[in-house]
């Protein structure tokens, strides 16, 4: 079954898959491992439980085998990194967590979800309630400050970019940035002239999905010479869990840069 706000604490889950990197790394700030059974390849944080935790294939190939064999009682997906089919075939058997986060409001609602689901709600609320006074506090400090035009980079062969409705472009507001393709759809391609054409003063290259390193910013630097070119961690701008504290300093970081 998909489970949803409804049957939150009905049972003690203690056999729980994670198929959202983001989401083991809250998993395990809750404190959850010894119910955490199962992980995927690109659950790298903790790495502790990257190395030692059973993977269960990617966020998009899920080895359904090793899962099966996992026994779990609780599957914790998110409907954009996981495929729906894949998703939905283990709802028919399994009680699954599906969060959709595009937006601070979002993370926190998912971080006191999966308190309530785990038996940590006490430690995820106060988890939440920090995260949303510190964002407020990044909020006080963009607020007296100019916005930077900018355009940031997820994917490269075809170039690809996060916009509007995505959790990436949530996340360069408390940054002060002003994301330039925020009048499109979640993450379009675009071209090098469109870029040219809306002429960004910051350009964000980031390491994840896409590993953006030096050599690219060097080729993006020959076409547009004028503009501040950065690569950034992707992690501090798209994970939505617990992974946040992190992002509070590096936003304050970044600010000061800039």
């Known amino acids: 079954m998909i489970v ?11 056999r729980i898959v994670s198929l959202v990197p983001s989401q083991t790394e809250l998993l395990f700030d809750l404190g959850l491992e010894m119910e955490v059974v199962g992980i995927t390849k690109f659950c790298i944080h903790p790495y502790k439980w990257f190395r ?19 026994s779990p009682d609780l599957i914790i997906a998110n409907k954009e990194e996981n495929v729906k089919e894949q998703v939905e075939l283990l709802a028919e058997k399994y009680d699954v967590y599906i969060s959709d986060v595009n937006n601070l409001e979002e993370a926190v609602s998912m971080i006191n979800d999966i308190g309530n689901l785990t038996g940590r709600s006490e430690k995820a609320s106060r988890l939440s309630l920090y995260i949303l006074e510190e964002f ?9 400050k100019r916005e930077i035009t900018a355009i940031y980079f997820i ?5 690809m970019v996060a916009a ?23 993450y379009p391609e675009i071209s090098m002239a469109e870029v040219n054409q809306e002429n960004p003063e910051l350009i964000l290259l980031s390491i994840e999905p896409y590993p953006f ?7 993006i630097k020959r ?3 004028g503009t501040k070119i950065e690569i950034v961690d992707g992690e501090m701008f798209s994970w939505y869990g617990s992974r946040l504290l992190k992002s509070i300093k590096y936003f304050h970081s970044f600010l000061k840069g800039h």
């Open 136 to 144: 407020e506090k990044l909020v006080n400090i963009v607020s007296v």
């Open 52 to 70: 030692e935790k059973q993977r269960i294939g990617g966020t998009k190939n899920i080895n359904f085998q090793k899962l099966h064999e996992l």
């Open 223 to 225: 076409i547009f010479p």
């Open 155 to 159: 994917w490269k062969d075809p170039w």
């Open 164 to 186: 509007s409705h995505t959790f990436i472009n949530e996340m360069m507001k408390y940054a002060g940035l002003k994301n330039v393709f925020d009048h499109l759809e979640r």
């Open 4 to 14: 949803s706000s409804n049957p939150f604490g009905r049972r003690k889950y203690s």
């Open 213 to 219: 390193k030096e050599k690219h910013k060097t080729e």
